[in-house]
């Protein structure tokens, strides 16, 4: 059973505008969670992270969001830029070790 | 860059042969990991390690094994690969400290024909 999800596998924006990606996780024994960026033939690429005792995290263009209480995880781009298509994955770690589970992606597009 | 090298990149063959993959690190990471990524799955554990000889099972860990003898080296075998292991293998590693993210090798695609 997927313990990470994320519900959108592609999403298209405009260069320039916000790109939302979301991801949902069930398992309330997450303690930190991530966001990765892959482009084909290459490996994950850490973007930015977020404890699960803090809401937001931001790092420049990139905010991540934090709703414990939903138990959702946003990563917010702005603006977006040709060079930010690639695939997300948000991923999140168990409190019990060093285990990271992982969600399918979202293809994120930016138009010029 | 995290200084992760994964052999081979690329990788063909038949049913039923052993393959092992090879992660080697030069950060002196604690932590090693081998996901597979396939469509519509993401990435999902198989194995991972906690120290010299400290292995343990993820998510899809049938099929598979592995072996760390020194800190640098993860290896993962296929004592006998199907076709339904034909995936594209990513080795991640990760320290110690607190909140520390993993960080991932360029994969191995393997095709089993």
């Known amino acids: 059973d997927q313990q990470v999800k994320q519900n959108s596998p592609s999403l298209s924006v405009q260069e320039g505008r916000i790109s939302i990606l979301n991801c949902d996780y069930t398992n309330s024994m997450f303690d930190y969670f991530l966001w990765y960026k892959k482009y084909p033939a290459e490996g994950p690429t850490f973007l930015i992270s977020i404890s699960s005792i803090k809401d937001k995290n931001e790092d420049g263009r990139f905010t991540v969001f934090l709703n414990k209480s939903a138990k959702h995880l946003s990563l917010h781009i702005v603006p977006s830029q040709p060079g930010d298509s690639a695939v997300y994955f948000c991923a999140a770690r168990l409190n019990t070790g060093n285990q990271f589970y992982f969600g399918t992606g979202t293809s994120l597009t930016v138009i010029p | 860059d995290a200084g992760i090298t994964q052999s081979p990149r690329h990788k063909v063959t038949e049913t039923g042969t052993p393959v092992t993959l090879r992660c080697h690190q030069t950060?002196?990471?604690?932590?090693m990991y081998w996901y597979r990524q396939d469509p519509g799955h993401g990435l999902r554990l198989i194995h991972y390690?906690?120290?010299?000889?400290?292995?343990d099972k993820g998510e899809v860990s049938d099929g598979y094994s592995v072996s760390r003898s020194k800190t640098e080296d993860f290896l993962l075998t296929l004592e006998s690969a199907t076709s339904s292991q034909t995936s594209v293998y990513f080795c991640a590693i990760s320290g110690t400290n607190s909140n520390q993210p993993q960080h991932f090798g360029d994969g191995t695609r393997l095709s089993i024909l």
């Open positions: 390690s906690y120290g010299v000889k400290d292995t």
């Open positions: 950060e002196n990471h604690r932590y």
